[in-house]
Each structure stands twice: as C-alpha cells, then as structure tokens.
C-alpha cells in the first residue's frame, strides 16, 4: 500500500501564487509516476500535471500549462505543483495520484492506483 498526504491549499487572491506538496510513504518504491488532477462542484476530475520518479519527465494539462510547474524529491518522497497566476477557476480540491506501471493513459484517472484525500484550493476575484 502507499499513502498519499496533500497539503498547501488555501484561500488565495487571484494572480496568488501556491505551492502544493504530496508526501508519499508505505511501498514507495511501487510507484512510478506520480501526478495531480483537481475536481471542482459539478465538474469531472481533471488532470494537472505528472512526474516520474526516475526520469522526471513532465507532462501538464492544458488548463495549467505555462502556470505550474511539478517537480519531485526523491530523498523526501515529496511532489510539489507549484502554481502562479491563480485565477478564480482554478477554485477547486487538488488531489495527488500515484501510478505503479507506467501507464500511457496518464490524464485519465482510471490509471491512478493511489489517491491523497485532497487539499482545497480556493481563488477569490
């Protein structure tokens, strides 16, 4: 089993900035990649970003993109998502995500095994 620990959401102005951290333990070494996604009320969940604990390759959604960077400490076991220039629609609870196959689905959440229990993010205009 790994878990999965979110935190850093908060209430932020729009144009804020935030940096969210996943700490990952129990079977680390199980997982390979590791992403964001975020659900706001009504809406589907959404993926963010993701990273791979060997080569740190990244890949972001393009509702993000140019506005967060993810990045990864292998030693802490720990994924940021660091995200600028929030605006009101980025209102939402981000949620850490861990893969252990490498799968080539990555912005779909079906190829996911772990999930955090999120930390919310809320925007204000």
């Known amino acids: 089993q790994v878990q999965l620990e979110e935190t850093g959401g908060g209430l932020v102005p729009a144009g804020g900035s935030l940096r969210l951290s996943c700490a990952a333990s129990g079977r680390t070494p199980d997982t390979r990649v590791m992403a964001w996604f975020r659900q706001a009320p009504g809406k589907e969940r959404e993926f963010i970003a993701r990273?791979?604990?060997?080569?740190?390759?990244?890949y972001y959604g393009d509702s993000v993109k140019g506005r967060s960077t993810i990045s990864r400490d292998n030693a802490k076991n720990t994924v940021y998502l660091q995200m600028n220039d929030l605006r009101p629609e980025d209102t939402a609870v981000y949620y850490c995500?861990?893969?252990?196959?490498?799968?080539?689905?990555?912005?779909?959440?079906?190829?996911?095994?772990?999930w955090g229990q999120g930390t919310q993010v809320t925007v204000s205009s």
């Open positions: 990273i791979s604990w060997k080569g740190g390759n990244a």
């Open positions: 995500a861990a893969d252990t196959s490498y799968s080539t689905n990555y912005e779909h959440s079906e190829a996911y095994d772990y």
